[in-house]
Structure formats: C-alpha cells, structure tokens
C-alpha cells in the first residue's frame, strides 16, 4: 500500500480531555480542556465535555496540550562540521543524513520547520508522501548569492563550483550577479517549486571571504528578486546582520529578517512599520563559543561568531521594545541538532517564555502564512499537538533534546508517539 494512503488509514477520530491546553495568545494554561481531533484537522475545542460516536477518548492526566513547535531557520541538509565540506558530499549521502535530523526534530517537538538554504521540493515531498518520519517541511531550494558571498564557499584557489549531481553544497546556494542572473535564478527556485526565496544581504560566520560587514547586492538587484518573488505568490526572506543590510532589505521588501544581530532602534521601527519579521538564531553561536575549534569553524569564522553572540540578546531587546514580530529559529548542524530546544531557554533571556512559545508557534505560523493552521489548537487547524507532562510556562526547560517530557507527538491527526 502506498505510504500516503497508510497516512491517511491512521489519521482517526480522537477526544483529548481532562488536561490543560496551551493557547498561546494567553500567559497561563486553560484548565478544562476537551479537543476533537478527525482526520488530522482539529474539530472542535470546548471546555465542556465533548460527545462524537465513534472517536477514541485519550485521557491527558492532567497534562498539558499544546500546538507543536516550529522551527524558523533550519537547514537538513547542512550536516557536516563545515558547510564548505559538503563540497566533497555526495547529495544521496547528505539527503540520507538528512532524515536522521529531520526525525531528531519531530520526536523533540517540532512539527513543521522552515529550511532556508538547501532544503527542496524532492525532500518535502518525500515527507508529504509519508517516506519520511519529519515534520511539516516549508523549503526555499537554493539561496541566492552574490560571488564571494555568505552563500559562495568555495575557497580562494577554486573558481568552479560544480554541479547538482556531484557535489551537496551546489544545493546549498546559487551564486548570481546581476539582474538578468539574479532573476534567472529567482525564477529557476520559484519553478522547483519554492515557498519563498532566500537572499544573502551581508557577511557571515559560516562563510570564508565575507566581511562580517559587507553589504551584499546592490539595490537594484535585491528589488528585482523581491519582485519576481511577489509576482509569484511568495517571500523573500534575507541573511543580514549588518543594520544597514537590514534596512535596505526591509525597505526594498524583504519580510523576514534572518538573524539581524546588529538592528538597531530606527532599522526595528521600519520594520515594524513594514510587517517585516526577526527571525533570530541564538543558539548556533552559543554552541560554537562553547565548542571552539571542535565546532568546525576556522579562527576567523570563530572571530565573527563572538561578534554576533555578543550582540544577539540585544537583537531581540531592540525588536521587542519596537513593537516587531520575533520568531524562532536554530540554526544548527548535525552535530549540535540536539540543542534546538536549548535556543527556546536562550531566549528567554530577553523575552517572557509566553512571548518565546509564541515565537514558536503562532508568530512562526504567520510567517508561513500557515495562521490558524498552525501554531494553535482551533477549530480548523490541522492537528498538530503536543502532551507535554509539566507547564511550559514554568520553565522552557521543559523541551529537550530526547522530548523526554513529551507523552504524545501528533502530526496532521497521526501519531509519532504516543505514551498515553
């Protein structure tokens, strides 16, 4: 039988009740909770008994249920210690290496994730079709790059970049200049089926030979793949740390702002004005500071990496008090996948852990364009849920790496486990 219509056989009719559920739009749990879930879209949610001939009751115990989580910046396919190494990564190897990440994330929790550089339509609809155990994949193919930009890791002596067929890190970016390159470009991601661009607007820690503090692509070039990006019904989504690559990409429309270490209060309040969104990664440079050298980042990349870990927490002090939406993001290889829950902790940091789940859930739902689809449990939404035995309100802590905490992971009506 094929596995989408296996999928569909175990998505049955469930009654949760006798627990808390988790409304994010609220600072405290909702006692009362009764949840009818039939063929992977929630029914109904009361908090009165509930009555459905013929639905399975799961008693909560008391526990509490809440959306699943969504991670905003991923790659599954950035499994090497280096990302220049995936030059020499078979892509059948990296995209196998890929589905023990992807089943990593979904037994942590989180079930859907945005991958924003590499990760493509063959993977996505691998996990549709059921091959995979992974969460909900959103995919924006290859970044666009400028020659020698945070997308462009060759090293100084190669100036071929090679092909699809032989080499993993060609899938990781596309390097274009130029407005008829960078169109061209746009277009061919668009075309294998994209739910939203990725450009690359400064330095970065990962790649080699960009200043930190470059400005990358010039204006004409950033509206132009915007453009194409609108026209077809899609995001543009930038790498910027820099505030003036921030500013120039939410002004020429860019929507959501990957990292933005260095934002300052003007460049928040335009994007406040704008809807644009921050989209913050704390976490991978904690654990480079923490590993160093073991972390596969060269001593320059390592140089950078404190420049922006120390400017992180700030990031998101500046977005917060300037009224800008602030998802969730990891960004981390495959070596330090298990600390995606750690980043949720880190962030508490500098926001409330009411506002840090809401990171996770309802503002990564909107920057999907997935509301009241995602990220809440209401009447609609496919049911993606969470049995978590504690209050998350109480302590983020609560996530780990094993999702020891989780009695129940539920994706579109299906259960990943289940220990009720």
Known sequence: ????????????????????????????LVDGCH???????????????IQAEGAQAIDLKGKTLMPGLIDGHVHIYMNERNIAALADVNPTYMAAKSTVVLRGMIMRGFTTVRDVAG?????????????????RLFVGGRAI?????????????????????????????????????????????????ADHIKIMLSGGVASPNDPLESLQYREDEISAIVEEADRWGVYTCAHAYLDDAIERGVRLGVRTIE???????????????????????LIVYQKNKELGPASGKSEESLRKNDLVLEAGLQALDTCKRNGVQIGY???LSMHTQQFQ????????????????????????????????????????????????????????????????????????????????
């Open 145 to 193: 790059s400028q020659t020698g930009g945070h997308g462009d890791f060759r090293s100084r002596a190669n100036t071929g970049y090679g092909c699809a067929c032989c080499t993993g890190l060609s899938l990781f970016a596309a390097i274009a200049d130029g407005l008829p390159d960078v169109i061209k470009a746009t277009r061919e991601e668009l075309r294998r089926g």
């Open 259 to 281: 990292h933005g270490n260095f934002v300052s209060d003007a460049t928040a309040q335009l994007m406040n004005e704008k809807s644009a969104f921050l989209v913050p990664t």
């Open 119 to 135: 990760g493509d339509y063959g993977m996505r609809d691998a996990v549709n079709a059921g091959y995979v155990t992974s969460p």
């Open 341 to 420: 829950c750690d980043g949720l902790s880190l962030h508490a940091q500098a926001l409330s852990n009411a506002e840090v789940i809401r990171s996770a859930t309802l503002v990564n739902a909107a920057i999907l364009r997935q509301e009241g689809k995602l990220g809440e449990i209401v009447p609609g939404a496919i049911a993606d849920l969470l049995v978590v035995d504690g209050d998350p309100y109480q302590g983020l802590e609560i996530f780990d790496a094993e999702g020891s905490n989780l009695h129940v992971i539920m994706k579109e009506g299906e259960f990943v486990k289940n220990l009720l």
């Open 1 to 28: 039988m094929p596995a989408h219509k296996r999928r569909h056989e175990m998505q049955g009719e469930y009654i949760f009740k006798g627990g808390r559920l988790l409304v994010p739009q609220k600072d405290a």
């Open 35 to 49: 949840v009818h879930v039939r063929g992977g879209t929630i029914v109904a949610v009361s908090d009165q008994p």
């Open 329 to 331: 993001g990891s960004d």
